[in-house]
C-alpha cells in the first residue's frame, strides 16, 4: 500500500507539471514574446514587431510613452498618435467617414502618423476616389520581381507602395524617386503617412537605426500613444491584462508551485511508513458467557425462577416426580419469589434436591 500511494502521488505531480509547462507554452509565452499579437504590434518582441521603437523612445527624458487600448481619443499639441501595421489596400479604398475621424481627431492640434504594412501591388488597384477627393493623394504600387511573387506567403522586407501627392503634402522621405514619406497640415494638426514602415520594426531598427528620421516622424511633443486597440487589444478589465500590465507572469508561475508544494506536503509524509501489525485472533466470550447474555437480553429476572422451574419439569424424570422431587423444588421457588432474589432461589432449589437425593441413597 505505501508504495501505490507514493507511486500515485508522483503520477499525480507529473500531470501537474506537464499541464503547468503547456500552461506555460499555450498562454504564457506567447504574451512575453508577444507572438500572439499581429505584426508590428508594439508587443511583439520578434523581428516583425515594434517593442523595440516603443522600449527606445521611452528612455527619451520628458517624454511620456503609453499604449492605447481604448477608443482614439481627441489629440492635443503635445502629443503623437502612432498607428503602425495598417493594411494599405483597405485604408486607402476606406469611405469619407472613416477619414473624417482623422479630421475629428486633429481638430485641437496634434499629430498622427500612420504607418503601413510592407505590401505588393494587388492584383485589383483599390478604390481610392473619396482618398484623393478629400485629402489630395494617391497611393501606388511599384511592379516587383518573379522572385518576390513566389514569396507571396511572407511580409516583404520592402514595399512597393509609394505616394503621388498634392501640393499640401511634404515629402519626408523618397525611395527610388519616389515619396515614401509625406505630411500635411490637417484641420489644426498634422497627419504623416508611411509606405514603407520596416524602418520602425525591431529588425529595421537592429539594422540601422535612423534616430534622425524617428524624431522627425514623432515631433516635438510631450506624449506618445501606441495605438493597440486596432490589433483587438482592448482594455475589459480582464485577469490577463492585469498580469500583463503589471508583469505578473512570474508571480503566478510561483503562485502556481506553492499550490502545487502545498498540495504534495499534505498528501505525503517524509516519515517512514509503519510495519504492518500482523492480524492476531480475536477473542471473544466462551459458551457459559453467550448463554447468560443471551438470557439477560430475553427473560426479565423476576420470571427467572419460574422459567428454570418449566424447563426443569420439562427435562425432569417421571421417577422425580413420583418421588415428591418436583414438589419440593417448587416450593423452595415459591419461598423465594417474594425475596426478589434469583439467584438465592435456586441455591435453594439446588440445596433442596441434593438433599433429597443423600436421604434416598440412604435408604
Not at 4 to 20: H, P
Not at 46 to 66: F, N, R, W
Not at 104 to 111: A, C
Not at 267 to 294: C, I, K, N, W, Y
Amino acid at each position: 500500500m505505501p508504495a501505490a500511494r507514493n507511486g500515485a502521488i508522483w503520477s499525480i505531480m507529473f500531470l501537474v507539471a506537464l499541464f503547468l509547462a503547456g500552461a506555460w507554452a499555450v498562454m504564457i509565452a506567447p504574451l512575453a514574446t508577444g507572438d500572439l499579437y499581429p505584426p508590428y504590434s508594439s508587443f511583439r518582441t520578434d523581428p516583425l514587431g515594434a517593442k523595440a521603437l516603443v522600449e527606445s523612445l521611452s528612455e527619451q527624458p520628458g517624454l511620456d510613452v503609453t499604449r492605447l487600448y481604448k477608443a482614439r481619443p481627441p489629440l492635443d499639441r503635445e502629443t503623437t498618435l502612432l498607428i503602425l501595421g495598417v493594411d494599405s489596400v483597405g485604408w486607402s479604398s476606406s469611405p469619407k467617414p472613416a477619414f473624417d475621424d482623422y479630421e475629428t481627431l486633429l481638430k485641437n492640434g496634434g499629430r498622427i502618423v500612420i504607418a503601413f504594412l510592407p505590401a505588393r501591388a494587388p492584383e485589383m488597384p483599390p478604390n481610392t476616389a473619396a482618398l484623393q477627393e478629400q485629402w489630395h493623394i494617391r497611393p501606388r504600387y511599384r511592379k516587383v520581381s518573379g522572385r518576390a511573387q513566389r514569396d507571396s506567403g511572407t511580409i516583404p522586407r520592402e514595399a512597393a507602395l509609394y505616394f503621388e501627392p498634392g501640393k499640401e503634402w511634404r515629402v519626408l522621405q523618397s525611395r527610388r524617386g519616389d515619396a515614401a514619406i509625406v505630411e500635411r497640415d490637417l484641420t489644426g494638426g498634422t497627419l504623416v503617412l508611411i509606405g514603407d514602415s520596416f524602418p520602425l520594426s525591431n529588425q529595421g531598427l537592429s539594422e540601422a537605426s535612423d534616430g534622425a528620421l524617428i524624431a522627425q516622424l514623432v515631433g516635438t511633443v510631450k506624449r506618445v500613444l501606441f495605438d493597440e486597440n486596432q490589433f483587438g487589444v482592448s482594455e475589459t478589465g480582464s485577469v490577463a491584462l492585469l498580469l500583463r500590465k503589471y508583469h505578473l507572469e512570474a508571480a503566478l508561475a510561483m503562485l502556481l508551485a506553492v499550490a502545487g508544494l502545498s498540495v504534495w506536503r499534505n498528501t505525503s509524509t517524509f516519515l517512514p511508513p509503519r510495519e504492518a501489525q500482523r492480524s492476531s485472533r480475536v477473542t471473544g466470550r466462551d459458551s457459559h458467557e453467550g448463554l447468560a447474555a443471551l438470557l439477560r437480553r430475553n427473560i426479565p429476572e423476576d420470571r427467572l425462577l419460574s422459567e428454570c422451574w418449566k424447563e426443569w419439569t420439562r427435562s425432569a424424570s417421571r421417577r422425580d416426580s413420583q418421588q415428591g422431587r418436583a414438589e419440593m423444588v417448587l416450593a423452595e421457588i415459591e419461598n423465594e419469589n417474594g425475596k426478589q432474589d434469583p439467584v438465592a432461589g435456586y441455591r435453594a432449589a439446588c440445596r433442596a434436591l441434593a438433599a433429597r437425593g443423600i436421604l434416598m441413597e440412604r435408604k
